[in-house]
């Protein structure tokens, strides 16, 4: 099984009597219904329904750990600070710095599962701290581009991403059940009104794509920017309705004056749409 160190990430601590109510009414993610050993992605929103800061939670003991980015890490403990007010809750840093995933065809012992990648059939454990699995390293980047799982900062920008850009509303970081909490209202909205314009992608080519920021040209329009890009396969967050018009008209996709193909993970069960609607399973 491979595994592989992420230095950049870093983990929090949620903790207190109330800290599952406090996170509850705050976070995208329905942590209430979080089962122990699984790790669900998650975003605490702006008010205009854009992802500030996002991350994987999972139950830890009588808390939760929160694991982010280095640069969001500061920010992230002074937002959930200035909600915090006279709440019960502990916020503490964790001394580990970075992360340490496993995958394959089974799970590990030690860690939670990533239910991100379950999705894509992908048993993946995360584990906080530099871990000597004894296992081979392996390619982390190209692993999240089969699996469709998109990462701030190259496939996004915060504060410029709806979490169905980024697919949360399918992978279980988006809850329409639970209630109120920071950008609910907004992303209620746009989940019953089925206005959400851009999806994660995943492009392909025959010959290595163009770097992260190339612009794809859909039908003479453009419909995002490359993201990630692990040789001949990445991702991309685009216009859907671009690219379905393009698909309808038997138009290429170009990323960088190159011809690619653009899907959308089998797993999300979307299709691109021919009009101007959004994408529909």
């Given at each position: 099984?491979?595994a592989a160190h992420l230095?950049?990430r870093?983990f929090?601590?949620i903790?207190g009597?109330?800290a599952e109510h406090f996170?509850?009414?705050l976070?995208?993610t329905?942590?209430?219904?979080?089962?122990?050993g699984v790790a669900?992605?998650?975003?605490?929103?702006t008010?205009?329904?854009k992802?500030l800061?996002?991350f994987?939670?999972w139950r830890?003991g009588d808390?939760?750990?929160i694991?982010t980015d280095?640069?969001?890490?500061?920010a992230?403990?002074?937002?959930?600070?200035?909600?915090?007010l006279?709440a019960?809750?502990?916020?503490?840093v964790?001394?580990?710095?970075?992360?340490?995933?496993?995958w394959?065809?089974?799970e590990?012992a030690?860690?939670?599962?990533d239910?991100?990648?379950?999705?894509a059939?992908?048993?993946l454990?995360?584990?906080?701290g530099?871990?000597?699995?004894g296992?081979?390293?392996g390619?982390?980047?190209?692993?999240?581009?089969?699996a469709?799982v998109?990462?701030?900062?190259?496939?996004y920008?915060l504060?410029?991403?709806f979490?169905?850009d980024i697919?949360?509303?399918l992978?279980?970081?988006l809850s329409?059940r639970?209630?109120?909490?920071?950008?609910q209202?907004?992303v209620?909205r746009?989940?019953?009104r089925?206005?959400a314009?851009r999806?994660?992608?995943?492009i392909?080519?025959?010959e290595?794509?163009p770097?992260?920021?190339?612009?794809?040209?859909a039908?003479?329009?453009p419909?995002?920017?490359?993201g990630t890009?692990?040789g001949?396969?990445g991702l991309?967050?685009?216009r859907t309705?671009?690219?379905g018009?393009?698909i309808?008209?038997?138009?290429p996709v170009f990323a960088?004056?190159?011809?690619?193909?653009?899907r959308?993970?089998?797993?999300?069960?979307?299709?691109?749409?021919s009009d101007?609607?959004e994408a529909?399973?």
């Amino acid at each position: 099984m491979p595994a592989a160190h992420l230095p950049e990430r870093r983990f929090l601590r949620i903790s207190g009597p109330e800290a599952e109510h406090f996170l509850q009414n705050l976070i995208t993610t329905d942590i209430v219904s979080m089962p122990d050993g699984v790790a669900k992605p998650g975003a605490l929103l702006t008010p205009q329904g854009k992802i500030l800061f996002d991350f994987s939670i999972w139950r830890d003991g009588d808390g939760f750990l929160i694991e982010t980015d280095a640069v969001q890490q500061d920010a992230l403990v002074r937002r959930l600070t200035m909600y915090k007010l006279r709440a019960a809750v502990e916020i503490a840093v964790l001394e580990q710095q970075g992360a340490t995933v496993v995958w394959g065809e089974d799970e590990v012992a030690s860690g939670v599962t990533d239910s991100r990648f379950d999705h894509a059939a992908i048993a993946l454990t995360r584990m906080p701290g530099l871990v000597d699995t004894g296992f081979a390293d392996g390619d982390y980047e190209s692993l999240r581009v089969e699996a469709g799982v998109a990462a701030s900062g190259v496939d996004y920008a915060l504060q410029d991403a709806f979490p169905h850009d980024i697919l949360m509303d399918l992978n279980g970081g988006l809850s329409f059940r639970k209630g109120c909490y920071v950008g609910q209202e907004v992303v209620s909205r746009m989940q019953h009104r089925g206005t959400a314009r851009r999806r994660l992608v995943q492009i392909a080519a025959d010959e290595p794509l163009p770097p992260t920021g190339t612009e794809i040209i859909a039908g003479g329009k453009p419909a995002g920017t490359l993201g990630t890009v692990c040789g001949r396969a990445g991702l991309a967050i685009l216009r859907t309705d671009r690219i379905g018009a393009a698909i309808a008209a038997g138009t290429p996709v170009f990323a960088g004056g190159k011809p690619v193909t653009v899907r959308l993970p089998a797993w999300s069960g979307l299709d691109f749409p021919s009009d101007e609607q959004e994408a529909g399973s």
